[in-house]
């Protein structure tokens, strides 16, 4: 796929074929690659059930409701439609299951809660001042790190294979490792005051309203 | 605390919010494109400048890097495809190619036919919503009418018109320089008024309704708000009752112009809020009465409740909404600071302009608009340079937008002010020591110290960035003044000390 995702788009807006053949074969990378990250119990033909939703929903009018103007940003609404009927998928799933347990009146809880569907959704309780503290506590710890080692930093909380890591960023999967310990103890070593005091709190009372 | 728990702390924070990132979300944020780009390297060289700035201190940006350096990752390694995905590829892909371009023709027609096709229902909606329009703007006409009969029926409160007092300046040779309503506030002689016509005079000249004159050359002053108070005569003046601003939101106040014989002239007005104005100890700061008039003309002078109770002095003079001093700080200033001869009062730095603009900017604060609030302080600082409060409520604002150097900045053009501000100088010192600077952030702290030595957060901070230095004397020293004040954090600095 070009930078340039105009003349793609408009190619798929006119129903041509080898235009929405690009956009297929991009939107099914990300999406595949999203379940292999996120959704490990889901079965290939899950996924095969998802992703051809996710064609379907394209092809249904939902290409015409993106509204930006670059790849990344059709790259992240490839990875939002996945996720949307992904939810989708897992809702009627459960309910399936639910029922079907029902049907078999089986007394015991079902053995095969993976997943609840509160883990899949976005955590929004954070409150203000809480998100106020982790942003002054990241922006000290930060201070001294180059972007790439936040992002190294990032990658692994989140829960990312180093091999993975050095995918991503195109570098050895050794220099991950070497950097992400490097880093550990630049922060440890640093920024003990910075924390406390962050901990200890600034913000003043009268923001608390 | 070793650090092994610290680093712990970090990523569970970070952790949590990576779950909750949307909430870390800023104007500031860069979109999708430029990170991107960034992640592309892409950019030219003053954007990258300022997006690798901004990514730098901002988890959500980095949060969208990371996702994005992922979502390139997986479009320029596509996997292959099951069977079933191939084959359903190839049926759309095929099934588009017999589309031909005429299909857009028609498909823009039907769009417009679409367009100008309401169903019955539609309109149906379009009725109820005419007529409900109609039916509101008729209830309100209707009660702005009543309302307004209402209130020219309404009784004006009975003032008694002896508690207002003519003040005037007066020159060396004994000339009237400016005018002014003054309010009898204390039957021992304590008369409230306004502090800006007054500077330059040599002496102030009190006319009672009476016709008595007292004259006096000391008063208090409180230039922020306009406000001075005197002191006139040693026998018994009829003073004004004083009002309670406890519960007057919402309530009808009145404003009195000029000397008022006994209720004309008054003007009739909402107090529509009290703001309060708590400093970083939030021990009580100033309240301010919040002024609303229905009428186009601009409001000045006292302000009294319905029973005709002293309430406070309007500060700004705007049409519609002005802010006035309440009663209590009126109260407060005569018991609380020192009068000063009139000699020093050469000139008053107030600009009504400039308070209007602090308030706002305290008003923007208060809903966290940031980015409002910088630029109401800038103005107000602009109008009156001598806002050393709306200098300290700017470095905040800075803080808050993570602009680190001008926060600086405006600390210290509040300390330029009065070098004895202990607000500005513990947010200089925060700020100071955020960039690592200890043994300066210490000499501030230790300024502050001086002025209140038992001011705890100060302390406490004081103590931890002596320990940052490595002096656990000094920070055992902090600990002791410490531990009788704030147990809490006493312990914390006592544990670290160890």
């Not at chain 1, 006119?14 to 990250?37: E, M, V, Y």
């Not at chain 1, 089986?106 to 569907?117: I, K, N, P, V, Y």
């Not at chain 2, 009190?206 to 004159?213: F, M, S």
């Not at chain 2, 960039?435 to 000499?443: G, L, R, T």
Request: charged content about 25%; some cysteine.
């Amino acid at each position: 796929m070009d930078d340039n995702i105009l003349p793609l788009m408009q190619g798929c807006l006119a129903k041509d074929g080898p235009s929405w053949k690009i956009l297929l074969q991009t939107c099914t990378s990300i999406a595949l690659n999203h379940h292999r990250k996120h959704y490990t119990f889901l079965t290939p033909g899950d996924t095969d059930t998802i992703v051809s939703n996710v064609y379907t929903k394209l092809f249904d009018g939902g290409l015409g409701k993106f509204s930006g103007g670059t790849k990344y940003e059709l790259l992240r609404y490839f990875k939002t439609i996945t996720k949307n009927e992904t939810f989708s998928f897992l809702r009627q799933h459960m309910k399936r299951k639910r029922d079907e347990s029902l049907d078999q009146d089986l007394g015991e809880d079902d053995d095969q809660t993976e997943f609840t569907h509160q883990d899949l959704l976005p955590d929004n309780s954070l409150r203000p001042d809480t998100i106020a503290q982790i942003n002054d506590l990241y922006r000290k710890a930060m201070a001294q790190l180059s972007v790439r080692d936040q992002q190294i930093l990032l990658y692994k909380i989140e829960g990312y294979k180093d091999r993975e890591i050095a995918e991503f960023l195109d570098i050895p999967s050794n220099t991950v490792a070497s950097s992400y310990g490097r880093l550990k103890i630049t922060l440890q070593r640093n920024l003990v005051m910075a924390i406390l005091i962050i901990l200890s709190g600034r913000n003043w009372p009268w923001t608390t309203s | 605390m070793d650090d092994v728990m610290i680093n712990m702390d970090l990523e569970s924070k970070i952790k949590d919010a990576l779950k909750g990132i949307d909430g870390f979300r800023t104007p500031d944020c860069l979109d999708d494109s430029t990170i991107g780009r960034f992640a592309e390297n892409k950019l030219a060289e003053p954007q990258r400048l300022t997006a690798g700035n901004h990514l730098h201190t901002c988890i959500y940006c980095m949060k969208q890097l990371n996702d994005i350096t992922e979502l390139l990752h997986a479009q320029k390694h596509p996997v292959p495809l099951s069977p079933r995905l191939e084959a359903l590829g190839k049926r759309i892909t095929e099934q588009t190619s017999e589309h031909t371009q005429k299909k857009l023709g028609t498909s823009f027609f039907q769009r417009v036919k679409e367009m100008f096709s309401f169903t019955p229902q539609q309109w149906r909606f379009s009725a109820i919503g005419l007529a409900t329009a109609w039916v509101v703007f008729l209830t309100t006409t209707a009660v702005m009418h009543q309302g307004n009969q209402g209130a020219d029926k309404a009784g004006m409160p009975i003032l008694d018109s002896s508690a207002f007092v003519k003040v005037q300046a007066l020159s060396d040779a004994g000339t009237v320089l400016k005018e002014e309503q003054g309010v009898v506030i204390g039957s021992d002689g304590l008369i409230a008024s306004k502090l800006s016509p007054l500077a330059g005079a040599t002496r102030l000249q009190v006319t009672l309704k009476d016709g008595t004159t007292y004259q006096t050359d000391s008063l208090w002053k409180d230039e922020d708000k306009n406000l001075a108070v005197m002191r006139v005569g040693n026998k018994t003046l009829k003073a004004i009752p004083l009002g309670d601003i406890s519960e007057i939101v919402g309530k009808k106040i009145y404003a009195v112009p000029d000397s008022p014989e006994s209720s004309s002239g008054l003007q009739e007005a909402l107090a529509s809020d009290v703001k309060e104005f708590p400093g970083r100890k939030n021990d009580g700061g100033p309240k301010y009465i919040q002024v609303a008039t229905q009428t186009v003309t601009s409001s000045k002078g006292a302000i009294v409740d319905e029973h005709g109770r002293f309430l406070g002095l309007l500060i700004t003079e705007e049409k519609h909404v002005n802010l006035a001093t309440s009663v209590e700080d009126i109260t407060k200033l005569a018991a609380t600071s020192q009068a000063i001869p009139l000699s020093q009062l050469k000139q008053v730095n107030f600009s009504g302009e400039a308070f209007n603009a602090y308030m706002k900017g305290i008003l923007a604060r208060d809903g966290q608009r940031w980015g409002e609030a910088i630029k109401f302080y800038q103005k107000a600082v602009k109008l009156n340079p001598h806002l050393e409060g709306a200098y300290v409520e700017l470095g905040y604002a800075f803080y808050r937008v993570k602009d680190f150097d001008r926060e600086a900045d405006a600390y210290n053009a509040a300390l330029n002010i009065n070098p004895n501000n202990a607000d500005a100088l513990f947010n200089l010192a925060e700020n100071l020591e955020s960039h690592y600077k200890y043994p300066e952030a210490i000499v501030l702290y230790e300024k502050a110290l001086a002025i209140e030595p038992e001011d705890m957060e100060v302390l406490y901070q004081a103590g931890l960035s002596y320990l940052a230095q490595g002096n656990r004397t000094k920070a055992t020293e902090m600990y002791n003044r410490l531990k009788t004040l704030d147990r809490g954090n006493a312990e914390i600095l006592r544990q670290l000390i160890k």
